[in-house]
């Protein structure tokens, strides 16, 4: 167990944490709040809520939430928030990973990756601190130790500053910050030149897409391949990235030749603003060395198919506020782009009557802090304002009402994570112990809120909706011994299941392709099922083809290659055929790049001698602000310095220990400078989970409202609150193509104090 779930009890029995709900008495933001009994506080909630419906605007009640277990999802967004018909649903993949998953939507369709550490050999990583600050990353952690014995796994890391995993890789390799995707075509250049693709990289050509022509011979698809990367060699890239062209090609080399090998990516390298052309890079990378959806590659992650209640059958027709997904600077939105909701609010859009946030804490996790605040504290743009929340967050601190969640430990829910062996999982979360105070799973609340309106969702509790999924879910009713089983054992898994490889080579069956509505696409070789997709007759779906056909991938069937039908790579959200589509025709359509492309972080290339690149990192013992309420880990760590390498810190006159400033266009932010060769020159980094104003005595040296005493603690705290907040000074910007908030390109000049 890492270091934030062993020290989970911290936040269960923090001092400062809300146990009753707050309804605010003065202005928003200044503080002053009186505890309301949960009737008052949910006649005030439903009352407003039911007035939004009644009028035929149930859109304008907005639900913004940060992670949430897959069983809170379906029954708050796909069931409570359904049947009341909003569909101003907001998820915050667009602060973390939707550049990398827009990515795989565009090649391999649907799946996120899973690592196959166990069997590997070969480890190329960019921008993933893997042992430190990855989900799961003790359990992934173990897996690498073992696998560097059993296996002599040799693991390469690109970063712009050597972190834990880097310092643990057999060779970091520093490089410019958003330069990654420039090492990554050079390497492609390496192995397609010096023909490396040959053997299994050649075989799997016949299942990519590699330009607009479905039927291309896999002959053309190499030449393609290589007449597109011949420009990019490892000495343009030297010239960009700072890596030398030796190091690319002995890297490229190793890794092409290395069998089976595996590249593994994450935020280091997806929070720029070419993220997705990155992660579409290493996609051909590893499918051009044959290291897709194999034992000890890239695959396509396998997680476990849970089955949920569906609640009421009469649900209105779900309605959408415009400024939730209307914005013209993203090309694919498919993940959204939440961070950018309140200013599109603020810029005209249209406005909700209650605003709600569960899980989440825009104040102090959006980019461009102070405009953040500044909308959430003007009540034209949002009349009224609530939190679920079990702290007193920053965000919370600026709401009209509060309301009380459990904490982790105090609740019931399903976990679908993918395996990391490939064999799917069935997890159930239990609670250790009762709610403290008045603090209610906000699944439960939510049920009540329906009742109150007058559609009961059918389910007393959220833990009959969990018994439920448990009996409707066949694997885990017939094996697992339903509810009950799973609550002694946690979790399971079949012990004689086979781990899933290749599976997009598995043959599509007469029988299947017989089915009535299914129908060959003559563009894309795609078979689909037109009846599937709500066509509403097969003369149309033909004349309107599958690629053009709003809702398409619902039907598809599998992909025609030569003359045979593959289960291929399935789409997802986005109408991609089941090739592995390295050319990818969506973005063509869209005037952009159809293979992977290079392009500079603008802003980048024309810094001038006084201007550096500011990048952010997460740490093993902090995540954002949900950990900083936890005594424990503050007393890990409480102040975060900002790394600076020598050279630059030379030029300014700067030495460790240091206050510097730090300034953006937006604003400026004070700091401690930490003087290190570990981090790439022309840039500074800093942890992305400090510098708090509000959230308990241990995250911001202020006591919540209500807080209580804690003497054993309170007389022994020998650590001040302290750290330094990057958002201030990051502005809101998002990655082109999927809209993900891009953390690491802000241009900013460093002085001392």
């Known amino acids: 167990v890492c270091a934030k779930g062993q020290t989970g009890v ?62 809170a999802e379906k029954l708050i967004d796909d069931i409570f928030l359904a049947t009341y018909g909003t569909a101003s649903v907001i998820k915050q993949t667009c602060q973390r990973q939707s550049a990398r998953w827009s990515a795989h939507e565009l090649t391999w369709g649907a799946n996120i990756d899973n690592w196959d550490i166990d069997n590997t050999k070969f480890i190329l990583n960019f921008g993933s601190n893997v042992l430190e600050a990855h989900t799961n990353f003790v359990s992934l952690a173990k897996r690498l130790a073992e696998s560097a014995i059993d296996n002599r796994l040799k693991m390469v890391t690109f970063d ?31 192995v397609m030149t010096e023909d490396l693709y040959i053997g299994a ?9 590699v330009s607009d022509n479905a039927n291309a011979s896999r002959a053309d698809k190499i030449a393609a391949l290589k007449n597109h990367l011949v420009d990019y060699t490892p000495e343009w890239a030297e010239e960009i990235s700072g890596v030398t ?16 090998a595996c590249v593994i990516s994450s935020r280091g390298t997806a929070a720029h603003y070419n993220g997705v ?4 890079a290493i996609q051909m990378l590893s499918a051009i060395t044959g290291n897709i959806d194999n034992p000890g590659g890239r695959c396509r992650a396998i997680a476990p198919e849970w089955v949920y209640p569906v609640g009421p059958d009469d649900r209105p027709e779900a309605k959408k506020l415009s400024s939730i997904d209307d914005d013209s600077a993203v090309a694919l939105s498919n993940f959204g782009t939440g961070h950018r909701v309140l200013s599109r609010i603020k810029a005209g859009g249209d406005r909700p009557g209650v605003y709600m946030w569960y899980h989440h804490n825009p104040a102090y996790a959006n980019g461009d802090t102070q405009e953040t605040i500044s909308i959430l504290k003007d009540e034209s743009l949002l009349p009224f304002t609530v939190a679920v929340t079990p702290f007193y967050d920053e965000t919370a601190a600026l709401v009209d009402l509060i309301l009380p969640d459990t904490t982790y430990l105090e609740r019931f829910d399903i976990e679908d994570a993918i395996s990391p062996n490939q064999v799917p999982e069935y997890a159930l979360r239990q609670p250790l112990t009762a709610p403290q105070g008045e603090a209610r799973d906000f699944k439960d609340v939510c049920l009540e809120l329906a009742e ?40 399971w898994h079949d012990e004689k299941a086979v781990p899933v490889y290749n599976a997009y080579r598995n043959l599509v069956s007469n029988e299947t392709l017989a089915v009535d509505g299914v129908i060959l696409d003559g563009k894309t070789g795609v078979c689909w099922n037109w009846k599937l997709a709500g066509i509403e007759s097969e003369a149309k779906a033909l004349e309107m083809g599958y690629s053009d056909t709003h809702g398409a991938p619902a039907g598809y069937v599998g992909q025609k290659i030569g003359d045979t039908v593959y289960e291929g790579f399935a789409p997802g959200k986005l109408n991609k055929s089941g090739y592995f589509e390295l050319y990818s025709p969506i973005l063509a359509a869209q005037g952009l ?9 603008p802003g980048h290339s024309d810094m001038k001698d006084d201007e550096l690149i500011l990048t952010t990192f997460k740490l093993n013992v902090q995540v954002l602000s949900n950990t900083g309420n936890g005594g424990w880990l503050n007393e890990i760590h409480h102040d975060n310095p900002v790394w600076i390498n020598p050279v630059t810190a030379s030029a300014r006159d700067i030495s460790d220990g240091d206050t510097i400033t730090i300034k953006s266009h937006i604003g400026e932010v004070t700091a401690t400078a930490m003087v290190t060769p570990t981090v790439a020159p022309g840039m500074v980094a800093v942890s992305a989970h400090l510098g708090r104003w509000e959230g308990g005595r241990y995250a911001s040296g202020k006591r919540a409202p209500f807080a209580i005493d804690d003497n054993r603690h309170d007389n022994h705290q020998w650590w001040q609150a302290g750290g330094t907040n990057a958002n201030w000074v990051i502005p809101d910007n998002p990655e082109p193509v999927s809209g993900q908030q891009c953390w690491m390109d802000t241009v900013v000049r460093v002085t001392k104090i």
Request: with cysteine.
């Open 201 to 209: 990289g050649e075989e799997f050509m016949d299942f990519c897409l």
């Open 452 to 491: 109150r309106m007058g559609f009961p969702l059918g389910f007393k509790s959220a833990e009959s909706f969990i018994k439920k999924a448990c009996k409707l879910t066949p694997v885990v009713k017939k094996q697992a011994r339903g509810f009950n089983g799973l609550k002694k054992s946690g979790v």
């Open 160 to 190: 712009v500053r050597l972190s834990n995993t880097a310092a643990n890789s057999d060779l970091w390799l520093p490089v410019k910050p958003g330069t990654d995707l420039a090492v990554v075509l050079a390497m492609c250049n390496v």
């Open 593 to 601: 790049p159809a293979l992977p492309t290079y392009m500079a972080v």
């Open 245 to 260: 062209a030796h190091q690319i090609r002995d890297v490229a080399r190793e890794f092409a030749t290395t069998k089976p």
């Open 277 to 280: 052309e990155t992660e579409r």
């Open 10 to 71: 911290t936040k269960m029995y923090d001092p400062d944490r809300i146990l009753h709900p707050l309804m605010r008495v003065g202005k928003r933001g200044e503080g002053q709040w009186k505890q309301i009994s949960w009737d008052d506080a949910l006649d005030e909630l439903a009352g407003r809520l039911k007035t939004l419906r009644d009028a035929g605007t149930p859109d304008k009640f907005v639900f913004h939430h940060g992670w949430t277990s897959a069983s």
